[in-house]
């Protein structure tokens, strides 16, 4: 597939939302997620995919409160990530993965955190043991997953991650 990522537009919102709502059917969890992530200030950056005009796919970071062994570190967590169901299996859902982390990087984050399916998520470098460190109430589960950003990173020896605000809601809602 000839996908094309591009940053959010002012007009996106309506086909984000229908997205968000086809790619997590029945829940509806994913695309208020979105709209609080935005009203709360909290989006980092959200990218959306297209094929032949038509957007298939988005990806939001949103900044997270990350700190370790007396400092604070720039992080985002990556979610939620979504795919139309007939698009995907066709690369869309990497090419937007890959584009947010670049993004990323040249943002100046540190570090990256996913709650998602480990065997899915180890493809761009995440892993479990990047999260060990960090309390959180997803600590200690394989589905909870960091990235450090910059080959220099020195992970701290114990820390904390916590999402943003909307996150909480969503948890009480799943």
């Given amino acids: 597939m000839n996908v094309r990522v591009r940053p959010e537009a002012a007009g ?50 949103s900044r997270m409160r990350v700190t370790g062994d007396g400092r604070d570190y720039r992080a985002v967590g990556l979610a939620p990530v979504a795919v139309r169901p007939w698009a995907q299996d066709g690369g869309v859902g990497s090419a937007l993965i890959e584009a947010a982390l670049d993004e990323a990087k040249a943002l100046g984050e540190e570090v990256v955190f996913v709650v998602g399916d480990p065997d899915y998520y180890v493809r761009f470098g995440f892993s479990p043991g ?17 990235l450090w950003l910059r080959s220099d990173a020195v992970p701290p020896k114990s820390g904390s991650a916590s999402y943003a605000r909307a996150f909480a809601a969503w948890d009480e809602l799943g």
Avoid: C, K, N
Avoid at 28 to 38: C, F, K, N, P, Q
Avoid at 131 to 138: K, L, Q
């Fill in 130 to 146: 990047a999260a060990e460190p960090f309390d959180s109430p997803y600590a200690g589960r394989s589905w909870f997953m960091a």
């Fill in 12 to 61: 996106d919102a309506d086909a984000i939302q229908s997205v968000q709502l086809v790619a997590f059917h029945p829940s509806t969890d994913e695309a208020g997620l979105v709209i609080r992530l935005h009203e709360d200030g909290d989006s980092v950056l959200s990218l959306v995919a297209e094929l032949r005009g038509e957007i298939v796919g988005h990806v939001m970071l």
